[in-house]
C-alpha cells in the first residue's frame, strides 16, 4: 500500500510539473523569434510581415471590433502608427477573434470599423486562429513589438499604463520600448500586463 501511494505521489507530481512547463512555454517570450504570418487585410489581399520591405521592426497589436478595451485604445493605435511608421516601425493589427462566436468581429466588420475609425494600417483577420496561439496572445489589446533585422520579440503587454482612459495615461510602454530600440539602446520594461478583453474562440 505505502509503495503504491508513493507512486501515485510521484505521478501526480510528475503531472503537475509537466502542466507547469507546458503553461511557460506557451507562445514567444522576450527575445524569442517569431515566424512570419500570412493573413487576409481589410483590402481582401493577403499580407506577411516580409511584405513591408525595409523596415525596423513591427508594433504588433492583436486586437477587435468588440472590446471596450481595444475600442477605447483605437485612437491610440491609430497615433502609434503615425508616429512610428515613417520612423520603420508599422502597426499592424490582427483581429484573433472566432467571427462565428462573435459576429461583429467578422471580417466584413472589421472592413466597416476599419473605413469608420480611418485605419492606417493593415487589420488582418487571424482565420482559424492560428497565429495567436503561437504569439501567446490572451487580451485585446495585447502588443508585441518585434524587431525586423532578427524577427525578435522586444516587447509584449500593453500599449500604455491606462487600458480606457487616454486621459489617465502617465506611461507609454510601447512608445518607450520603440524610442529605445530607435535610438540603438535596450528596452527598459520589456514586460507588462496586457489588460483586455479575452480572445473568443470556441
Known amino acids: ?10 505521478c501526480v507530481f510528475a503531472l503537475t510539473a509537466f502542466t507547469i512547463k507546458t503553461d511557460t512555454e506557451a507562445g514567444y517570450k522576450v527575445g524569442d523569434k517569431i515566424e512570419d504570418f500570412k ?7 493577403m499580407m506577411s510581415l516580409s511584405d513591408f520591405g525595409e523596415v525596423k521592426g513591427y508594433i504588433i497589436i492583436f486586437t477587435c471590433n468588440t472590446c471596450p478595451y481595444s475600442v477605447a485604445n ?3 493605435i491609430i497615433a502609434l502608427d503615425k508616429k512610428y511608421k515613417a520612423a520603420g516601425f508599422p502597426v499592424v493589427a490582427i483581429n484573433p477573434n472566432d467571427p462565428s462566436v462573435v459576429p461583429d468581429d467578422s471580417f466584413e466588420k472589421m ?3 476599419a473605413k469608420e475609425k480611418g485605419f492606417t494600417f493593415p487589420y488582418l483577420l487571424d482565420e482559424g486562429q492560428k497565429v495567436y496561439p ?3 496572445a490572451t487580451k485585446t489589446p495585447h502588443v508585441y513589438i518585434v524587431t ?8 509584449i503587454g500593453a500599449i500604455d499604463n491606462s487600458s480606457r482612459n487616454p486621459d489617465a495615461v502617465s506611461e507609454k510602454y ?9 535610438a ?3 528596452v527598459e520594461k520589456t514586460e507588462t500586463r496586457a489588460i483586455g478583453c479575452t480572445i473568443k474562440t470556441k
Do not use: C, P
Request: no cysteine; aromatic share 4%.
Open 174 to 182: 510601447a512608445e518607450n520600448a520603440v524610442d529605445a530600440l530607435l
Open 1 to 10: 500500500m505505502k509503495i503504491t501511494k508513493a507512486i501515485l505521489v510521484l
Open 148 to 155: 525586423a533585422n532578427d524577427m525578435k520579440v522586444q516587447y
Open 39 to 45: 493573413l487576409k487585410n481589410i483590402d481582401n489581399k
Open 111 to 113: 472592413q466597416v470599423r
Open 74 to 76: 483605437e485612437d491610440r
Open 134 to 136: 503561437k504569439f501567446g
Open 184 to 186: 540603438g539602446k535596450k
